[in-house]
Nanobody, 122 residues
Framework: QLQASGGGLVQAGGSLRLSCAAS????????MSWFRQAPGKEREFVAG????????YYADFVKGRFTISRDNAKNTVYLKMNMLKPEDTAVYYC?????????????????WGQGTLVTVSS
């Protein structure tokens, strides 16, 4: 199972760090990604990281602002979000897939966390 946390209310320009802790199995060999879903919109890919941490992939709208990382010893993946904008407001989900390739396609992921709400005020 995946448990996301770290969401909250922040002003525009602020920062948050999301965490996704895995339990029940070892996700150290899984590809891990973050997605988000804003009200009335489809779920969209935010960032992904390979199991070995040598490959990361970001959506264009977060490049230079967000950083994905993972600590395999802690079975945890992180999303550091800087320079937050009101349009970043969404529920953020972590996801895992056994395939080694990072993909932005949500249906390709095998496990999902419950989501954590990020609200950015203007």
């Amino acid at each position: 199972q995946l448990q996301a946390s770290g969401g909250g209310l922040v002003q525009a320009g602020g920062s948050l760090r999301l965490s996704c802790a895995a339990s029940g199995r070892t996700f150290s060999s899984y590809t891990m990604s973050w997605f988000r879903q804003a009200p009335g919109k489809e779920r969209e890919f935010v960032a992904g990281i390979s199991w070995s941490r040598d490959t990361t992939y970001y959506a264009d709208f977060v490049k230079g602002r967000f950083t994905i990382s993972r600590d395999n010893a802690k079975n945890t993946v992180y999303l550091k979000m800087n320079m937050l904008k009101p349009e970043d407001t969404a529920v953020y989900y972590c996801a895992a897939r056994t395939n080694l390739v990072i993909t932005p396609t949500a249906r390709s992921y095998d496990y999902w966390g419950q989501g954590t709400l990020v609200t950015v005020s203007s």
